[in-house]
């Protein structure tokens, strides 16, 4: 798990603002993963990689974007769209091994709106 | 269309008492299954896992079952401690193209000392 990070840690939005949360991992892994998760709540896929520059939209991609540029960093963008960002942003990347894939998570990004 | 059901919500148990968690899963492709636990602002942390060829896995306190035939599998945790409290999420992964991970609801477990 030390090897993905997330940045910030806390994020503040302003109304109409886009904001850019940072995934990094240097595990080498292929897949990486955007998750919401609310109060309470379970975890919700937003956006998924699992491949250089490509991506996938997830159950609740709308009001959010993605790049997948490097190997190494997944950005997602919380744009303005999305009326209701509050919530805590989980990143994943992934280890295949054998027939199966183990998700790994980064520590997380608070984001609230002011 | 695919999904996890994962019960109980909550759970609380007495200190040295034993927990279980249930999840069942509706794709039978599903092959492996992870088992996550999440203290209080923290990340999911991987803390068991069992793959579809084997019935039982075992790690200290901690013993998850699967049933391939009736697409259920359980964690059990023995003596529980204080610190076993936390949100435990299960998750059924199967290949599909890529890989395809489902994750369950999500048991919130309290240890009464």
């Known amino acids: 798990d030390g090897g993905i990070t997330q940045s910030p840690k806390y994020l503040f939005r302003k109304e109409g603002q886009n904001v850019t949360l940072s995934c990094e991992q240097n595990?080498?892994?292929?897949?990486m993963y955007w998750y919401r998760q609310d109060p309470g709540q379970g975890l919700r896929l937003i956006y998924y990689s699992q491949i250089v520059n490509d991506f996938q939209k997830g159950d609740i991609a709308e009001g959010y974007s993605v790049s997948r540029e490097k190997k190494e960093s997944f950005p997602l963008t919380v744009t303005s769209a999305q009326k209701n960002p509050t919530a805590f942003y989980l990143c994943?990347?992934?280890?295949?091994?054998?027939?199966?894939?183990?998700?790994?998570f980064g520590p997380g990004t608070r984001l609230l709106v002011l | 269309g695919e999904n996890v059901e994962q019960h109980p919500s909550t759970l609380s148990v007495q200190e040295g008492d034993s927990a279980v968690i249930k999840c069942t899963y509706s794709?039978?492709?599903?092959?492996?299954f992870p088992w996550y636990k999440q203290e209080l602002g923290k990340r999911p942390q991987l803390i068991i896992d069992?793959?579809?060829?084997?019935g039982e896995k075992k790690d200290q306190r901690i013993a998850v079952t699967l049933n391939k035939t009736a697409k259920h599998f359980s964690l059990h945790i023995t003596e529980t401690q204080p610190e076993d409290s936390a949100v435990y999420f299960c998750?059924?992964?199967?290949?599909?193209?890529?890989?395809?991970?489902?994750f369950g609801a999500g048991t919130r477990l309290f240890v009464k000392a």
């Open positions: 994943a990347s992934s280890i295949i091994q054998g027939r199966a894939e183990t998700q790994y």
């Open positions: 595990l080498n892994h292929d897949a």
């Open positions: 069992i793959r579809s060829n084997v």
């Open positions: 998750a059924a992964s199967k290949r599909a193209g890529g890989f395809k991970t489902i």
């Open positions: 794709d039978s492709a599903s092959n492996y």
